[in-house]
């Protein structure tokens, strides 16, 4: 396989990821407003659960069955990939069914560990088993997408990734419209449907999944034809194998839902509010706030592990000096995008808040301050994705699992002192540390593997820095302008949020154009696209 298939097809997935990712957090925003805090909390309440173990349920399949399937495939044995498809298309059925159970049968127990008031504890255990269903479905259309991607066929899971988002968020909105509006429902009702949709998308991008499948079945039986070698492993080492590659995707992608679990765990037990306050707070931290932070963490993560493909060559080749190169590439690129965004977000966090959820001086308050705290952690989400990136690119993937480790014990830790000390910010605190943690493992784990200085990208992110405190600058004159950083209305939020933005930009733009670093981010970006 050529390396410029391999870039093309990470960049097919990359790009179907980023718009799934991105739907999935603007959709937020209208699902709000249909049904207010109860709808939103019920429905983040019953998301993490699910997301832990659909997780653990999938064993981070498509990229581990991908890397399999490739791996044989360049030996020339398509049987290993054919035969883990047949059996693991029944053990993900058995495991589906399992998670299903589990959760299923477990939400009234996960929702007294949560510590939920008794008023409301039956309505988190019922969204939780709604969602739950969805983990029967899923396993399977994960392995097939796997399978495809281990044939550099990547268009038939981007295509899924994105139907199955659409599919979702159509039900989800279209049903909370119905039950608010049309029918005068509760927000509880509401909320069922929302994690309902869950089964129904998993449903629509499974459709997908078989459909390539059909027309793609001639094509991929005919390959074996080209090769009589076979290696005939076991079933046990076959698995074996397999979840030595899927681990740590899977730890990378349970993270933030690990962290967003111990804050909804832990929030009614130490922080010191009465319940409705703890529900806002709850909501706003764990999903219409957090939803926000992912903006830029989904757009600059998406850029740069694209060079992640690269990175896995030259170290195969041994070519050391390539990889620093295209590790520092990957920092420069979300770096550059992330911590102006962030930090951009972070003072605006008041106005941003007010015109996308609530405007009432409670609500307000509490959202902006979250938020304005919640912002910056997307430098630290988005810098442990990219380093856990590039481990996986340098074959040392399980250090992820024990810098993951390491940061949610000390998130447990400091979590209930901080909570108590600090409020509704106390969360955001920990869960910053936990993650500079995180990172500082992995960066530690890079330059032991690959020898890389970071004097390399020092120099760009003084740059970055320097230019982020002028927009910052330029946006308090805004402020200034205004009255102040708390908007009285929707329209004021939207005026000064557009000024900011526009201004804010140029201003960062500008400094970078001047020095030059523009040029080179620009520059990486055309190499890392004609590749």
């Known amino acids: 396989m050529s390396a410029s298939k391999m870039i093309r097809g990470a960049m097919i997935l990359t790009i179907a990821a980023f718009v799934s990712r991105l739907l999935g957090i603007l959709f937020i925003i209208p699902y709000n407003a249909l049904t207010g805090t109860e709808g939103t909390f019920l429905y983040g309440f019953a998301y993490t659960p699910y997301a832990i173990m659909l997780s653990i349920s999938t064993m981070g399949l498509p990229l581990a069955v991908s890397k399999f399937v490739s791996k044989y495939n360049a030996m020339g044995d398509y049987q290993s990939g054919k035969r883990l498809l047949k059996s693991g298309l029944l053990l993900m059925s058995i495991t589906g069914v399992i998670g299903f159970l589990i959760l299923f049968l477990g939400a009234p127990y996960i929702a007294d560990i949560y510590g939920v008031p008794a008023e409301t504890l039956p309505d988190v255990v019922l969204v939780t088993r709604v969602v739950s269903i969805a983990i029967l479905v899923v396993p399977v259309m994960s392995l097939m997408r796997g399978y495809f991607q281990g044939y550099q066929s990547m268009g038939p899971t981007a295509v899924s990734q994105v139907v199955e988002q659409i599919v979702r968020i159509a039900f989800i909105l279209i049903g909370a419209f119905l039950v608010m509006k049309v029918f005068s429902g509760s927000p509880v009702t509401a909320a069922a449907l929302a994690t309902f949709a869950a089964f129904v998308g998993a ?14 079945r001639p094509y991929l039986n005919n390959m074996p034809q080209k090769s009589n070698r076979r290696y005939k492993i076991s079933y046990l080492s076959m698995y074996k194998e397999l979840v030595t590659y899927a681990v740590p995707f899977v730890a990378v992608g349970i993270a933030m839902q690990l962290y967003q679990a111990i804050d909804q765990g832990m929030a009614f037990h130490y922080l010191e509010y009465g319940k409705r306050i703890k529900e806002i707070i709850i909501t706003d931290l764990t999903v219409n706030d957090q939803k926000m932070v992912m903006i830029p963490v989904t757009l600059a993560t998406s850029l740069a592990v694209s060079a992640v493909p690269a990175i896995i060559k030259s170290y195969s080749m041994g070519k050391i000096a390539d990889v620093n190169d295209k590790i520092t590439q990957a920092f420069e690129l979300v770096l550059f995008l992330t911590i102006p965004a962030s930090i951009g977000l972070s003072i605006l966090g008041y106005m941003v808040h007010g015109l996308l959820f609530e405007i009432g001086p409670e609500k ?13 952690t997307a430098i630290f989400f988005a810098m442990f994705q990219v380093t856990a990136s590039i481990l996986q690119g340098i074959n040392h993937q399980r250090v ?26 106390g969360p955001v605190i920990a869960t910053d540390i936990g993650y500079a943690v995180c990172i500082l493992i992995n960066l530690i784990a890079v330059k032991r593997a690959t020898d890389y200085h970071f004097s390399m990208i020092v120099q760009q992110l003084i740059h970055i820095v320097g230019y982020t405190v002028v927009m910052g600058l330029a946006i308090q004159l805004v402020f200034l302008l205004f009255g102040g950083n708390v908007p009285s209305s929707r329209g004021e939020a939207m005026i000064v949020i557009i000024l900011s933005v526009l201004i804010g930009a140029a201003v960062y733009l500008a400094l970078a154009k001047w020095t030059g670093l523009l040029r080179r981010v620009v520059g990486r970006l055309r190499e890392q696209k004609a590749s």
Do not use: D, E
Request: glycine share 12%; hydrophobic share 60%; net charge positive.
């Open 364 to 376: 307000l308050q509490i959202g902006g301050q979250v938020l304005m705290w919640y912002a910056p």
């Open 203 to 216: 449903v629509a991008g499974l459709y997908v999944m078989l459909h390539y499948w059909v027309v793609r």
């Open 400 to 425: 992820t699992l024990v810098s993951l480790g390491v940061g949610v014990l000390i998130k447990i830790l400091l979590n209930p002192a901080f909570m108590k000390f600090f409020g509704l910010v």
